[in-house]
C-alpha cells in the first residue's frame, strides 16, 4: 500500500482458478481487474490450475452466443494491467506452453507466485 | 497472510493448490466444508500433518460440531468465532474459494 497524489495505491493479485466457460468466475474476476484499474490500484493476475485455460489461444465462443474474453485480455495492456503471471505446474500438467497463450505472461514456479501473494494488499480468488 | 479453505477437499483442489502456494508460518484456516479435511483417519491426514510443520493450523469449531466430526486432528488447533476475528485481525486474507 502507498499513496500517490492523495491517493491510496493497494497491491490487488486477482487469482484465476477456473476453466473459463463453464462458470461466470472468470468473466466476473476480469470485470473486477478492470474496476480496479480504472481506480489506478498496483493489479496483478494470477494463473493457477484450471485458469490457465482462460488464456488459451484459439478460444471461439461464438457458437456459444456469449462474448468471451480473448478480446479484453489482450486489452489489459492499455488497462495498465501488466503483471500477468502464470503457474508452470498448471502449465504443465495440463500439457501446455508459454507459447499456447494469447498474452505475454510471466511464467513462475508455485513457490515464487506464492511469495508474491504474500507481499499483497487483496488477494481475491476467481 | 491467512489462508482459509472451506471446501470439502474431496470435491475440489483448494487444499491442494493452497498447499503448493502457502508460505511457511502462514496459517491456514478450516471452515465450513474446509472442516471435512481435518477429520482423523481420513486420505489427507498425511499432508495435514506435514503441514503442520511449518504452518499453524485451525479450524472453526461451530462448523466442527455442526458437521459432527468427533475425531479432529491433534495438530489442529480448534477455535470459535472470536478466534476466527484475531486471525483477520492480525493477516490479510487468502480465500482459496
Known amino acids: 500500500m502507498r499513496e500517490e497524489d492523495g491517493e491510496i495505491i493497494k497491491d490487488f493479485m486477482y487469482v484465476m482458478r477456473r476453466a473459463p466457460h463453464g462458470t461466470i468466475y472468470t468473466y466476473e474476476g476480469l470485470e473486477m481487474v478492470l474496476i480496479s484499474a480504472a481506480f489506478d490500484q498496483d493489479i496483478s ?61 510471466e511464467v513462475l514456479e508455485s513457490a515464487e507466485i506464492g511469495k508474491l501473494m504474500a507481499k499483497q494488499d487483496v488477494v481475491i480468488h476467481n | ?31 465450513e466444508d474446509g472442516i471435512y479435511a481435518v477429520q482423523h483417519g481420513n486420505k ?24 459432527g466430526i468427533q475425531n479432529v486432528l491433534a495438530e489442529v488447533k480448534q477455535i470459535d468465532y472470536d478466534g476466527f476475528v484475531e486471525l483477520v485481525e492480525n493477516h490479510q486474507v487468502n480465500s482459496w474459494l
Open chain 1, 45 to 105: 493476475i494470477a494463473f493457477i490450475d484450471d485458469g490457465v485455460y482462460s488464456l488459451l489461444k484459439d478460444q471461439d465462443t461464438e457458437d456459444l452466443q456469449i462474448k468471451g474474453f480473448v478480446k479484453t485480455f489482450k486489452a489489459l495492456d492499455g488497462y495498465d494491467v501488466e503483471k500477468l503471471y502464470v503457474d508452470r505446474q498448471s502449465l504443465e500438467e495440463r500439457g501446455l506452453s508459454e507459447d499456447d497463450l494469447i498474452v505475454d505472461v
Open chain 2, 1 to 31: 497472510m491467512l489462508h482459509t479453505i472451506n471446501q470439502s477437499p474431496f470435491r475440489g483442489d483448494s487444499l491442494t493448490s493452497c498447499i503448493r502456494f502457502i508460505q511457511a508460518d502462514d496459517p491456514i484456516l478450516f471452515m
Open chain 2, 44 to 67: 489427507f491426514n498425511e499432508i495435514i500433518s506435514n503441514l503442520s510443520k511449518t504452518n499453524p493450523i485451525y479450524a472453526l469449531s461451530p462448523d466442527i460440531k455442526a458437521r
